[in-house]
């Protein structure tokens, strides 16, 4: 049996629809997945500002105790070059 111009047509015109269905019935696949890797990236992220906040705050703090350092230093230098004093008895 020969195909003429309209089978031909018809056969086409199911090919794409059929492949148009299965490319389709994929995207629901993709969009579950892309949803997962969305919520674990989100995770992530809570988890990245939460390690920044932390350092954030470390930093803070070493440059306060930095600046506590630097105001005893001088003080420090001073009692190590004052002269010894003799003791007591």
Known sequence: MFLNQQHK???RTFGVAILAA???SGCATYKEEFATINSRLDALDVKVQGA???AESANQSAQQANQR???IEGRVQQLESAPRRTPRG
Request: proline share 0%; hydrophobic share 60%; no cysteine.
């Open 69 to 71: 350092l630097d105001q």
């Open 9 to 11: 047509t018809l056969a």
């Open 52 to 54: 920044a906040q932390s």
């Open 22 to 24: 299965a490319a389709l």
